[in-house]
Protein backbone atom coordinates (compact mmCIF):
# COMPACT_ATOMS: atom_id res chain seq x y z
CA UNK A 1 0.00 0.00 0.00
CA UNK A 2 1.21 3.36 -1.02
CA UNK A 3 0.81 6.48 2.03
CA UNK A 4 -0.17 9.84 0.17
CA UNK A 5 2.09 12.58 0.68
CA UNK A 6 -0.21 15.01 -1.09
CA UNK A 7 -3.72 14.78 -0.60
CA UNK A 8 -6.85 16.99 -1.99
CA UNK A 9 -10.60 16.33 -1.53
CA UNK A 10 -13.07 18.25 -3.09
CA UNK A 11 -11.11 20.87 -3.61
CA UNK A 12 -13.53 24.12 -5.48
CA UNK A 13 -12.12 27.48 -6.40
CA UNK A 14 -13.24 30.67 -6.99
CA UNK A 15 -12.07 34.20 -8.54
CA UNK A 16 -13.83 37.43 -7.33
CA UNK A 17 -16.93 37.62 -5.10
CA UNK A 18 -19.19 34.07 -4.94
CA UNK A 19 -21.91 35.19 -6.71
CA UNK A 20 -23.04 35.46 -10.31
CA UNK A 21 -19.75 36.93 -11.32
CA UNK A 22 -17.61 34.87 -9.91
CA UNK A 23 -15.25 32.17 -11.90
CA UNK A 24 -14.99 28.67 -10.96
CA UNK A 25 -11.33 28.03 -12.01
CA UNK A 26 -11.48 24.30 -9.81
CA UNK A 27 -14.43 22.49 -9.81
CA UNK A 28 -14.24 19.50 -7.03
CA UNK A 29 -11.04 18.63 -7.83
CA UNK A 30 -9.33 15.36 -5.51
CA UNK A 31 -6.22 13.67 -6.00
CA UNK A 32 -3.20 11.94 -3.92
CA UNK A 33 0.08 11.73 -4.65
CA UNK A 34 2.08 8.84 -2.94
CA UNK A 35 5.34 9.21 -0.84
CA UNK A 36 8.26 9.21 -3.88
CA UNK A 37 6.27 9.76 -6.36
CA UNK A 38 6.58 12.09 -9.60
CA UNK A 39 3.38 13.75 -11.14
CA UNK A 40 2.95 16.19 -13.19
CA UNK A 41 0.20 18.17 -13.76
CA UNK A 42 -0.55 18.84 -18.08
CA UNK A 43 -3.54 20.86 -19.53
CA UNK A 44 -4.37 23.79 -21.86
CA UNK A 45 -3.78 27.05 -20.73
CA UNK A 46 -6.47 28.43 -18.43
CA UNK A 47 -7.25 24.86 -17.01
CA UNK A 48 -6.26 25.86 -13.52
CA UNK A 49 -2.77 24.25 -13.49
CA UNK A 50 -1.50 26.75 -11.15
CA UNK A 51 -4.35 27.77 -9.24
CA UNK A 52 -4.31 24.07 -8.29
CA UNK A 53 -0.61 23.92 -7.60
CA UNK A 54 -0.76 27.30 -5.39
CA UNK A 55 -3.38 25.60 -3.25
CA UNK A 56 -1.39 22.31 -2.64
CA UNK A 57 1.68 24.32 -1.71
CA UNK A 58 -0.07 26.26 0.77
CA UNK A 59 0.19 29.61 -1.34
CA UNK A 60 -3.25 29.98 -1.70
CA UNK A 61 -5.70 29.66 1.59
CA UNK A 62 -8.96 30.66 -0.43
CA UNK A 63 -11.00 27.66 -1.33
CA UNK A 64 -13.23 24.49 -0.50
CA UNK A 65 -12.22 21.22 0.16
CA UNK A 66 -9.70 19.47 2.36
CA UNK A 67 -5.90 19.43 1.35
CA UNK A 68 -3.09 17.11 3.73
CA UNK A 69 0.08 17.43 3.10
CA UNK A 70 1.78 14.64 4.42
CA UNK A 71 -0.93 13.49 7.25
CA UNK A 72 -0.99 17.75 8.21
CA UNK A 73 -4.45 19.22 7.45
CA UNK A 74 -3.88 22.65 6.07
CA UNK A 75 -7.17 23.64 5.59
CA UNK A 76 -8.27 25.76 8.67
CA UNK A 77 -4.51 27.24 9.46
CA UNK A 78 -3.42 30.65 9.49
CA UNK A 79 -1.26 32.46 7.39
CA UNK A 80 1.48 31.83 9.85
CA UNK A 81 1.01 28.00 10.26
CA UNK A 82 0.72 27.56 6.40
CA UNK A 83 3.93 29.43 6.12
CA UNK A 84 6.31 26.82 8.83
CA UNK A 85 4.77 24.24 6.58
CA UNK A 86 6.04 25.52 3.34
CA UNK A 87 9.33 26.40 4.82
CA UNK A 88 10.28 22.92 6.58
CA UNK A 89 8.09 20.75 3.80
CA UNK A 90 8.26 22.06 0.66
CA UNK A 91 10.89 23.51 -1.90
CA UNK A 92 9.43 25.69 -4.60
CA UNK A 93 10.50 25.93 -8.14
CA UNK A 94 8.48 28.88 -10.90
CA UNK A 95 9.18 29.08 -13.89
CA UNK A 96 11.12 32.67 -13.28
CA UNK A 97 14.22 31.97 -11.24
CA UNK A 98 13.86 35.05 -8.68
CA UNK A 99 17.71 35.07 -8.38
CA UNK A 100 19.31 38.05 -6.97
CA UNK A 101 21.50 38.79 -10.07
CA UNK A 102 24.25 41.03 -8.15
CA UNK A 103 24.62 38.46 -5.40
CA UNK A 104 26.61 35.20 -6.01
CA UNK A 105 25.12 31.32 -6.54
CA UNK A 106 26.22 30.76 -3.29
CA UNK A 107 24.65 33.91 -1.87
CA UNK A 108 21.26 33.34 -3.64
CA UNK A 109 21.05 29.49 -2.36
CA UNK A 110 21.99 30.25 1.65
CA UNK A 111 20.36 33.87 2.03
CA UNK A 112 16.75 32.43 1.77
CA UNK A 113 17.72 29.05 4.28
CA UNK A 114 19.41 31.32 7.06
CA UNK A 115 16.45 34.00 7.18
CA UNK A 116 13.92 31.02 7.68
CA UNK A 117 15.94 28.52 9.11
CA UNK A 118 17.97 30.78 11.93
CA UNK A 119 20.89 28.28 10.88
CA UNK A 120 24.14 29.78 10.80
CA UNK A 121 25.64 31.15 8.20
CA UNK A 122 28.56 28.56 8.36
CA UNK A 123 26.13 25.60 7.74
CA UNK A 124 24.00 26.95 5.65
CA UNK A 125 27.32 27.53 3.27
CA UNK A 126 28.06 24.31 3.94
CA UNK A 127 24.81 22.93 2.61
CA UNK A 128 24.37 25.36 -0.15
CA UNK A 129 28.04 23.90 -1.21
CA UNK A 130 26.84 20.01 -0.76
CA UNK A 131 23.73 21.03 -3.00
CA UNK A 132 25.58 23.05 -5.74
CA UNK A 133 27.83 19.94 -5.79
CA UNK A 134 24.77 17.42 -6.19
CA UNK A 135 23.79 19.83 -9.06
CA UNK A 136 26.97 19.99 -10.75
CA UNK A 137 27.48 23.40 -10.72
CA UNK A 138 29.84 23.98 -7.25
CA UNK A 139 32.50 25.62 -9.49
CA UNK A 140 29.60 28.16 -10.17
CA UNK A 141 29.46 29.48 -6.35
CA UNK A 142 31.27 32.61 -6.22
CA UNK A 143 30.01 33.86 -9.97
CA UNK A 144 27.12 36.49 -9.71
CA UNK A 145 24.33 34.79 -10.78
CA UNK A 146 23.17 37.12 -13.98
CA UNK A 147 26.18 35.62 -15.35
CA UNK A 148 24.88 32.57 -15.52
CA UNK A 149 22.80 31.00 -18.56
CA UNK A 150 19.53 30.68 -18.12
CA UNK A 151 19.93 26.59 -17.66
CA UNK A 152 22.18 27.08 -15.07
CA UNK A 153 20.27 29.64 -13.25
CA UNK A 154 17.30 27.10 -13.07
CA UNK A 155 19.55 25.00 -11.11
CA UNK A 156 20.28 27.34 -9.31
CA UNK A 157 16.94 28.27 -7.70
CA UNK A 158 16.50 24.08 -7.33
CA UNK A 159 19.87 24.18 -5.55
CA UNK A 160 17.86 26.78 -3.30
CA UNK A 161 14.46 25.10 -3.04
CA UNK A 162 16.55 21.63 -1.78
CA UNK A 163 17.79 24.18 1.24
CA UNK A 164 15.90 22.60 3.34
CA UNK A 165 15.71 19.49 2.77
CA UNK A 166 11.78 19.50 1.65
CA UNK A 167 10.00 16.14 1.29
CA UNK A 168 8.27 17.28 -1.37
CA UNK A 169 9.29 19.27 -4.40
CA UNK A 170 6.71 21.37 -6.39
CA UNK A 171 7.39 23.43 -9.95
CA UNK A 172 4.85 25.58 -12.17
CA UNK A 173 6.34 25.09 -15.68
CA UNK A 174 10.09 25.18 -14.29
CA UNK A 175 11.07 25.08 -18.00
CA UNK A 176 9.07 27.86 -19.55
CA UNK A 177 12.09 29.68 -20.07
CA UNK A 178 14.45 26.88 -21.41
CA UNK A 179 15.72 25.35 -24.80
CA UNK A 180 15.38 21.49 -25.12
CA UNK A 181 18.42 20.41 -23.92
CA UNK A 182 18.05 22.35 -20.50
CA UNK A 183 14.68 21.25 -19.99
CA UNK A 184 15.35 17.42 -20.39
CA UNK A 185 17.89 18.47 -17.37
CA UNK A 186 15.82 19.87 -15.20
CA UNK A 187 13.56 16.38 -15.42
CA UNK A 188 16.40 15.07 -15.20
CA UNK A 189 16.84 16.21 -11.79
CA UNK A 190 13.78 15.70 -11.10
CA UNK A 191 13.57 11.95 -11.39
CA UNK A 192 17.03 11.84 -9.42
CA UNK A 193 15.87 13.40 -6.65
CA UNK A 194 12.82 11.06 -6.74
CA UNK A 195 14.85 7.84 -7.15
CA UNK A 196 18.23 9.09 -5.03
CA UNK A 197 16.92 10.84 -2.26
CA UNK A 198 13.17 9.48 -2.85
CA UNK A 199 11.60 13.12 -2.81
CA UNK A 200 8.01 13.81 -3.94
CA UNK A 201 7.53 15.63 -6.78
CA UNK A 202 4.82 17.61 -8.54
CA UNK A 203 5.18 19.59 -11.56
CA UNK A 204 3.01 21.73 -13.60
CA UNK A 205 4.24 21.79 -17.53
CA UNK A 206 3.02 21.93 -21.02
CA UNK A 207 5.89 19.72 -22.63
CA UNK A 208 4.00 16.84 -23.79
CA UNK A 209 7.38 15.18 -24.17
CA UNK A 210 8.71 15.67 -20.95
CA UNK A 211 5.50 14.98 -18.88
CA UNK A 212 5.60 11.32 -20.29
CA UNK A 213 8.87 10.62 -18.46
CA UNK A 214 7.50 11.40 -14.91
CA UNK A 215 5.83 8.44 -12.96
CA UNK A 216 1.74 10.12 -13.79
CA UNK A 217 0.37 12.79 -15.46
CA UNK A 218 -2.84 14.44 -14.59
CA UNK A 219 -4.36 16.32 -17.03
CA UNK A 220 -6.71 19.26 -16.07
CA UNK A 221 -9.47 20.68 -18.92
CA UNK A 222 -11.88 23.48 -17.19
CA UNK A 223 -10.71 23.20 -13.70
CA UNK A 224 -11.17 19.53 -13.33
CA UNK A 225 -9.06 16.04 -13.38
CA UNK A 226 -9.96 13.81 -16.31
CA UNK A 227 -8.11 11.24 -15.24
CA UNK A 228 -8.58 11.02 -11.78
CA UNK A 229 -6.37 8.57 -10.12
CA UNK A 230 -5.53 7.21 -13.41
CA UNK A 231 -1.60 5.40 -13.79
CA UNK A 232 0.46 5.68 -16.54
N1 LIG B 1 -6.20 36.04 -9.71
C1 LIG B 1 -7.12 35.67 -10.60
N2 LIG B 1 -8.27 36.35 -10.76
C2 LIG B 1 -9.21 35.96 -11.63
N3 LIG B 1 -9.11 34.87 -12.41
C3 LIG B 1 -8.00 34.14 -12.31
C4 LIG B 1 -6.93 34.50 -11.42
N4 LIG B 1 -5.94 33.58 -11.53
C5 LIG B 1 -6.36 32.70 -12.46
N5 LIG B 1 -7.59 33.02 -12.93
C6 LIG B 1 -8.35 32.29 -13.93
O1 LIG B 1 -8.49 30.93 -13.53
C7 LIG B 1 -8.30 30.05 -14.63
C8 LIG B 1 -7.19 29.09 -14.33
O2 LIG B 1 -5.97 29.82 -14.25
P1 LIG B 1 -4.58 29.10 -14.01
O3 LIG B 1 -3.57 30.18 -13.89
O4 LIG B 1 -4.70 28.15 -12.90
O5 LIG B 1 -4.40 28.31 -15.39
P2 LIG B 1 -3.18 27.45 -15.91
O6 LIG B 1 -3.74 26.10 -16.28
O7 LIG B 1 -2.07 27.50 -14.94
O8 LIG B 1 -2.80 28.21 -17.26
P3 LIG B 1 -1.35 28.48 -17.93
O9 LIG B 1 -0.97 27.19 -18.60
O10 LIG B 1 -1.62 29.56 -18.92
O11 LIG B 1 -0.39 28.88 -16.87
C9 LIG B 1 -8.05 30.93 -15.85
O12 LIG B 1 -9.25 31.09 -16.56
C10 LIG B 1 -7.60 32.24 -15.26
O13 LIG B 1 -7.94 33.31 -16.08
MG1 LIG C 1 -0.17 28.38 -15.00
Given at each position: ?91 FVFQFHFLL ?46 KLSGGQQQR ?13 IMADEPTGN ?55
Amino acid sequence: MTIAMIEAHNITKYFGLKNKKSFKALDNVSLNISKGEFAVISGRSGSGKSTLLYILSAMDNSYEGTVWLDDQKLSGMNDRELSRIRNRKLGFVFQFHFLLPHFSVLQNVLLPAMKNSGISERECRGKALEKLQWLGIEHLADMPSQKLSGGQQQRVAIARALMNEPDIIMADEPTGNLDRQNSELVFQIFRRLRSEKNKTILVVTHDKDLAQTADRVIYMEDGKILNPDHYL
